[in-house]
């Protein structure tokens, strides 16, 4: 990256920072999309603390997501996940990086839409099922037919995830510049 290019960079988060006067910024999205790592670095860009709903509800329950699906069932780790949500959206200056289902929920969407500016980070089928192959740590595409499933869950959620403010494409580059073009394009929306 050349010097000018970080200066520009560095002037958009500070300038974004100053529009979005404390407001929580929270990424929705398929599993595999990016929102904890690609939310990692908007928050560090932003100055802003990070937040992955996924780990605070895996530090509230002292369990793993996989261990609570098992043992407590999808409907109470929905609960606990809106729970989670609607404490931490009262926090200021945050980037809340939420599980792929939690926005599909109608009542955690709500809470989202009242109290937050939402970003929809999309991607592909092919990149989504190639980045989530990499672990095996989401219950829901512990199936016989994964690739299967993960299609069956875009055609079912990704009209409710075009209901986010915005939709970044989370593009194969280094997750820095998702992060930049998440900025971007936030920047694009509060000029409207
Ligand atoms: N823009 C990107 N380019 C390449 N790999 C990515 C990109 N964004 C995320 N990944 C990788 O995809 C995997 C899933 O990312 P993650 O942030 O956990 O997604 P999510 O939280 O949306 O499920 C991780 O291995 C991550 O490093
Ligand atoms: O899409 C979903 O319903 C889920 C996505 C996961 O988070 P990521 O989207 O961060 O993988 C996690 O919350 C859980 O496995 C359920
Ligand atoms: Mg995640």
């Known amino acids: 990256m050349s010097k000018t290019d970080g200066g520009s960079r560095q002037g958009r988060a500070r300038a974004l920072a100053g529009r979005l006067n404390g407001r929580p910024l929270v990424l929705v999205g398929m599993m595999g999309a990016g929102k904890t790592t690609v939310g990692r670095r908007l928050a560090a860009r932003l100055g802003r603390q990070f937040i992955d709903s996924d780990e605070e509800i895996e530090r509230a329950a ?4 996989p261990e609570i699906f098992e043992q407590r069932g999808e409907g109470e780790f929905r609960a606990g996940e809106m729970r989670v949500i609607s404490r931490l959206l009262k926090e200021k200056d945050i980037v809340l990086a ?34 989530v192959s990499r672990r095996s740590n989401r219950p829901l595409l512990k199936t ?36 930049a073009d998440v900025i971007t394009a936030l920047l694009d929306h509060l000029k409207n």
């Open 62 to 65: 002292q369990m793993s997501i």
């Open 144 to 179: 016989a037919d994964p690739r299967g499933t993960l299609e069956k869950l875009i055609a079912d959620r990704y009209p409710i995830y075009a209901e986010a403010d915005i939709t970044v494409m989370s593009r194969d580059v280094p997750q820095d510049n998702v992060a």
């Open 98 to 131: 939420t599980g792929g289902g939690a926005f599909v929920n109608p009542e955690t969407r709500a809470l989202v839409k009242a109290g937050a500016l939402s970003v929809w980070l999309k991607a592909d089928l092919d990149v989504l099922f190639e980045r």
